[in-house]
């Protein structure tokens, strides 16, 4: 059975895979910051174990929100299991009225993003040593699908 659970400041969960992913995984140094203490995280569940997890949080545009820290664990990937976690922040985001959801995505995960809806658009950019690339999509009205 999977479940979601969606909490403000950062699970102790989410904290070990997003160590487990990105710091052990792929050599982020900077995984923690302000952001956390006060931004939603969602867990995702399969039969009681975590294996996934992002963050989301206003953004600096109005009535959008970004999306961050997307990560699953090695051994669940495959699943479908980021695809869920997407959609999960999207729906929330819907019942709260939010407009937009914007979001740094790694460039290898550029068409994970794209066939979920989302457009990339701007330059490339390095966050640490990764290539990113600024991606949105609207969430109500007219979808970007």
Request: with cysteine.
């Amino acid at each position: 059975m999977i479940q979601t659970r969606i909490q403000q400041g950062l699970p102790q969960d989410a904290r070990a895979i997003r160590q487990e992913v990105f710091m052990q995984e792929q050599g982020f140094q900077q995984e923690f910051d302000e952001v956390d203490r006060t931004a939603w995280h969602l867990v995702l569940y399969q039969e009681g174990e975590a294996v996934g997890c992002c963050r989301f949080f206003p953004a600096d545009e109005p009535d959008a929100y970004a999306l961050g820290r997307l990560a699953v664990r090695s051994a669940c990937r495959g699943r479908h299991y980021g695809e869920r976690i997407v959609q999960e922040v999207e729906d929330w985001l819907r019942r709260h009225r939010m407009s937009r959801l914007v979001l740094s995505a790694q460039v290898q995960a550029r068409p994970f993003y794209e066939r979920l809806g989302y457009r990339a658009s701007g330059e490339e950019y390095l966050d640490e040593h990764c290539p990113h690339i600024h991606m949105e999509k609207e969430l109500l009205g007219a979808h970007l699908s």
